[in-house]
């Protein structure tokens, strides 16, 4: 009898193990960089910007103080080149929040647009200061210059001062012919002028031509009746409070009292030079106007 046939079983292929798998840690490997990029590159756009911040809040007051103390023309060039360091400032910042969003070669080229804008920041910083040390520099010699006016004009006043007080002491007293007081008598323009600073008396220049009309002069009424050249003597003619005196052969430089009725103290007429049918001189008039008894 044959045997029976055998049964034949069947044969399994096992696969080999598989390699390891390269991939996966490369991908982490490269989302950790771009993770600590984006890290790195936050920090560095947060310094920028802080720094910048900090820098300008600091420049700007300063500007703004030199601008107030100054008060010149030049401080608009300042004004505007803050406003171009705010607005390249919102630029830098724009440019940070791309930085941020951006990824590969976008984030490269961020980063190179913010590295340009932080040059333009610290250019436009310096012109700024530039600028206001131009501003400084201007003022102090503006200061100097003024400084030294004021000091030669201290000096004038002082010479001024000094030459009125010789003037003063130089000018000639004459006993009027109305009260037993010596009056001080100018004799020219100067001595005039040193009357005037003395401020006891209101004084009224004038000059008197003749003629069939008289002239006004302050409250009263002065007519010249002759001129005497050669001698220098006049006669005139003065009309008060209605009334009318006549003073004859009268020389320069020779009180002419008279009173009115608005005041105690008598007023005076000096007449200090004689020309051909005209007089030049003054009237002194009391400042205290207070009527006279009985008047």
């Known amino acids: 009898m044959g045997s029976a046939p055998q049964t034949q079983q ?3 292929i096992i696969p080999p193990p598989s390699g390891p798998n390269w991939k996966t840690p490369v991908l982490i490997g490269i989302l950790v960089l771009l993770a600590a990029s984006n890290i790195f590159l936050f920090v560095q756009l947060d310094h920028v910007r802080t720094d910048n911040k900090n820098d300008m809040a600091k420049l700007t007051t300063e500007v703004n103080a030199a601008m107030e103390k100054m008060r010149l023309d030049s401080s608009e060039e300042v004004r505007r080149s803050k406003q171009r360091v705010e607005e390249l400032q919102a630029a830098l910042a724009q440019s ?3 930085a941020q969003a951006a990824v590969g070669q976008a984030k490269i080229d961020a980063q190179k647009r913010v590295e340009m804008l932080q040059e333009k920041v610290a ?4 012109a700024q200061q ?3 040390a131009a501003v400084k520099q201007s003022t102090d010699t503006a200061i100097a210059n003024v400084s030294t006016d004021v000091g030669n004009v201290k000096t004038d006043l002082g010479n001024t ?10 000018l000639k007293r004459a006993t009027g012919e109305l009260d037993s007081h010596a009056s001080l008598i100018a004799t020219n323009a100067k001595e005039l002028e040193a009357l005037k600073e003395l401020g006891e008396r209101n004084y009224s220049e004038f000059t008197i031509t003749k003629s069939k009309k008289p002239t006004r002069v302050s409250d009263i009424m002065v007519e010249l009746k002759k001129a005497d050249v050669k001698h220098n003597k006049f006669t005139i003619a003065i009309t008060a409070d209605d ?3 006549e003073k004859k052969d009268r020389n320069i430089n020779e009180p002419i009292q ?3 009725s608005k005041a105690k103290q008598p007023d005076e007429i000096v007449v200090n030079a004689v020309r051909k049918d005209s007089i030049v001189g003054y009237l002194a ?3 205290v106007q207070t009527a006279r008894a009985g008047s």
């Open 10 to 12: 069947p044969t399994y």
């Open 96 to 98: 940070r929040r791309a």
């Open 123 to 126: 250019s436009e910083q310096a």
């Open 130 to 132: 530039q600028a206001i």
């Open 161 to 170: 001062k000094s030459q009125l007080e010789q003037t003063i002491a130089n």
């Open 243 to 245: 009334k009318t005196v």
């Open 258 to 260: 008279f009173y009115t």
């Open 285 to 287: 008039s009391p400042k």
